[in-house]
């Protein structure tokens, strides 16, 4: 009898298995603060606008502008790769923001927070273990992942960000330029993330915009003001575009888009209880609840929730909403209260389950590992542990389409105890949603 040799031996297919739960909307909403969202076209393959909110008078292609004024706070999210494959060109192309003051007084724009890192160097896509300790936030894989741990753990500012810039009136003035380098990589592809949340004391507009550097011998340098102003006043939009975003509310096969616009919210803040005006979310022996986290168009798990953040304005060629939510804020508030008379051990996990969107009591998952990673991100956990003592943990995950993941918190509820615990994570750009929030309780004898 011949042996089959091991290149004879096909993979088994992952199969799917079915998890029973009871799967309930995110307590919560998003906050009003606007989102500057650079992320059309992700690939940057020539120079233009990416983002305008100015107005369009007096622009050479006006549709490139969406006259959109921001005062007070908001946030500026920009993620965008250069692929010198695509381009076949290596030159350096550099990612600017600038911010104009139309008023008769200075417009006062305030740096509260913010981070911004490539893939090569500063964070480079890796192999890392499913769940790993990230008390210091040194645990990351690509930009995305390293801005919102940065900002999870509330990690001072880098010295190149001042805290305040003054726009005189009518003057422009860049918050940021920063190249996205490919001359020395195999292959040439960097990516490029950012996150800032700021404020400003007068109305301004914002412009997201790439441009080649000059060459200065071996270097490439920075483009100046007026260069950035020249292409703002005569560029038209970044082609090629992404791919068009199908209707919202369609019922066949989705096309989300990338987001090219003003999203509407920074924040989701809710606190998981029973009901609307409860006060505890009641576990005992058997409990199993799931909640989704960034839930999209037909991904809502049957809840009907889409998290998704509104767009105040956006190009029509990009999504309808702000899918995905990255940069988003997720702080969570989960009052546990222990309803029966035996001691129970609970456990939180962020999971990934396959996609779905029909009303059913569970989720599926794969009983092997999918190769695509779904999720590279930190979660904080702030909570009492079974000493009494303050626990402040930040766990990195990575999580495969369709992977359960192990706890992130667990500990033992007394008879009729309360507990408290307070998670936060910022969702990443390196992710692909939706996920869900899984609370699980057993008896201690389990």
């Not at 930009?143 to 001042?162: C, Q, T, Y």
């Not at 090629?240 to 989701?268: L, Q």
Request: glycine share 6%; with cysteine; hydrophobic share 35%.
């Amino acid at each position: 009898m011949q042996m089959a040799s091991a290149d004879d031996v096909k993979p088994v297919p992952a199969q799917i298995v079915s998890e029973q739960m009871e799967i309930r909307a995110l307590p919560g909403k998003l906050n009003s603060i606007p989102m500057f969202n650079s992320n059309s076209p992700e690939v940057v393959q020539n120079e233009g606008i990416l983002l305008s909110t100015f107005p369009p008078k007096g622009m050479k292609f006006p549709a490139a502008h969406l006259n959109h004024s921001f005062n007070g706070a908001f946030d500026i999210f920009f993620h965008h790769i250069s692929n010198g494959m695509l381009t076949k060109s290596n030159k350096t192309i550099f990612i600017g923001i600038v911010a104009h003051n139309p008023n008769i007084q200075n417009a006062v724009v305030r740096i509260d927070r913010a981070a911004t890192y490539l893939s090569q160097p500063d964070a480079p896509f890796k192999a890392l273990p499913p769940s790993a300790d990230n008390t210091l936030g040194d645990v990351y894989a690509g930009p995305g992942d390293r801005v919102m741990s940065d900002f999870l753990h509330e990690k001072a500012n880098d010295p190149i960000w001042p805290p305040t810039i003054v726009i005189p009136p009518h003057h422009t003035r860049i918050i940021a330029a920063f190249p996205i380098p490919i001359k020395t990589l195999v292959p040439p592809i960097n990516g490029l993330s950012g996150l800032i949340a700021a404020s400003t004391s007068q109305p301004i507009y914002l412009a997201s915009l790439a441009l080649y550097g000059k060459p200065d011998g071996d270097i490439e340098d920075v483009p100046e003001l007026a260069e950035w102003d020249k292409t703002l006043h005569e560029s038209d939009l970044v082609h090629p575009r992404e791919k068009v975003p199908t209707e919202p509310d369609t019922k066949a096969s989705i096309v989300y888009g990338r987001v090219s616009g003003v999203s509407n919210g920074t924040v989701w803040s809710g606190s998981i209880t029973d009901g609307p005006n409860e006060k505890f979310l009641s576990v005992k022996p058997g409990t199993r609840l799931s909640y989704p986290i960034s839930s999209i168009e037909q991904g809502t798990f049957g809840t009907g929730q889409i998290q998704s953040a509104d767009m105040l304005v956006h190009y029509p060629d990009t999504a309808h909403h702000s899918h995905g939510n990255y940069g988003v804020h997720y702080a969570l508030q989960i009052p546990l209260h222990n309803t029966n008379d035996i001691e129970t051990v609970v456990t939180m996990h962020l999971q990934t389950p396959l996609k779905s969107d029909q009303p059913k009591n569970e989720l599926q998952f794969y009983d092997s590992p999918s190769t695509r990673v779904f999720y590279r991100g930190t979660v904080r956990a702030r909570y009492l542990n079974d000493d009494g003592q303050n626990c402040d943990k930040y766990t990195h995950l990575v999580e495969n389409r369709g992977e359960r993941s192990g706890p992130i918190v667990q500990f033992l509820l007394k008879a009729g105890e309360q507990r408290n615990v307070a998670l936060d994570l910022y969702y990443p750009p390196d992710a692909t949603p939706p996920q869900v929030l899984t609370i699980k309780a057993f008896p201690l004898t389990h």
